[in-house]
């Protein structure tokens, strides 16, 4: 089987080069899908070694509250960080799961290295859903929670609307700090979808039309 224009389809050969082999494309597939594995690996630990530690974090800051109703939104907020670490802890083990259905050939390597690639952009479209949305409501538990700890500690104190205004300021500073970090992310995420992950399923889809065209010739 010949691999015409496999060159132009995968960046990494120079436009001098031989067309490559069979062994040749499949060893870049193969490379390119390891890496790209081994990166969502290493993102998804961070992620969910943080949400662990964030979670007991809260629970433990909980169960210091003198109240139950107090005690009760730091639960909340523990509840919506681990919920991410245990959303992606399942999704990568099912992940990899449905890699194991695919073949050995260079064609299932293929679309399980395309499969791969859909299943990112899928996440990274959706961050804000199963990332930012539970994250940010989070947030918003434990800045309100924070204010009201506040508001709690100096009410047996005088205090008048200079000081009021200085403590919404505050509040409102680190607001507006939490959204325009969720801004960044989300429009990062965006970035990396249209710069590195679709070109990739291009590639992708190019090489499978390439071999399934070759085979129907050879058919």
Do not use: C
């Amino acid at each position: 089987m010949e691999f015409k224009d496999i060159q132009d389809l995968w960046q990494s050969q120079s436009a001098k080069e031989d067309f490559p082999k069979e062994e040749d494309v499949m060893q870049s597939v193969l490379n390119k899908s390891r890496k790209l594995r081994r990166t969502v690996f290493w993102r998804d630990v961070r992620e969910v070694v943080t949400a662990l530690f964030l979670s007991l974090l809260f629970l433990w800051i909980g169960l210091q509250q003198p109240s139950a109703a107090w005690a009760g939104t730091w639960y909340a907020a523990a509840t919506l960080v681990l919920a991410v670490g245990v959303f992606l802890t399942s999704d990568h083990l099912r992940q990899r799961r449905k890699e194991r259905n695919f073949g050995d050939s260079l064609t299932q390597r293929l679309r399980a290295a395309r499969g791969q690639v859909d299943h990112q952009i899928w996440l990274l479209r959706n961050v804000i859903w199963w990332y930012l949305a539970p994250l940010g409501l989070a947030a918003l538990i434990v800045l309100f929670q924070t204010a009201l700890g506040t508001l709690d500690a100096i009410s047996d104190r005088p205090i008048n609307a200079a000081g009021i205004l200085f403590l919404a300021a505050i509040l409102a500073a680190v607001l507006v700090l939490v959204v325009a970090v969720f801004l960044f992310i989300y429009r990062l995420n965006q970035k990396a979808v249209e710069k590195d992950l679709i070109p990739r399923r291009r590639e992708l889809d190019k090489m499978l039309k390439q071999m399934v065209a070759e085979g129907n010739k050879l058919g």
